[in-house]
């Protein structure tokens, strides 16, 4: 049973920093990508950023420049960098990995973000 467990949301100035940990348990032999999304209130959920098992990363043009998505595969953790915070960032932020083996996609329950002006 794959498990993601999300921490390091928070109250943030904007302009300040926050690093989201996301640990990965169970077993997974195979997956495409690993990423964040987020979610603010009344939107819908949306892409953040994404790294692939080769270590590619994507990023939603709206934090390009400003986050960082990492992935320490001896922790089975993967980190979102966030630095320069802007008010709409504020959100749910969810970890996510899709997987070839075992097959679906994993979602944790995610950590609020919250940016004041």
């Known amino acids: 049973q794959v498990q993601l467990v999300e921490s390091g949301g928070g109250l943030v100035q904007a302009g300040g920093s926050l690093r989201l940990s996301c640990a990965v348990s169970?077993?997974?032999?195979?997956?495409?990508?690993m990423g964040w999304y987020r979610q603010a209130p009344g939107k819908q959920r949306e892409l953040v950023a994404t790294i692939t098992s080769g270590s590619t990363t994507n990023y939603a043009d709206s934090v390009k420049g400003r986050f960082t998505i990492s992935r320490d595969n001896a922790k089975n953790t993967v980190y979102l960098q966030m630095n320069s915070l802007k008010p709409e960032d504020t959100a749910d932020y969810y970890c996510?990995?899709?997987?070839?083996?075992?097959?679906?996609?994993?979602w944790g329950r995610g950590t609020q973000v919250t940016v004041s002006a």
């Open positions: 996510t990995v899709n997987c070839l083996i075992p097959f679906g996609q994993f």
């Open positions: 169970g077993s997974i032999f195979r997956f495409n990508f």
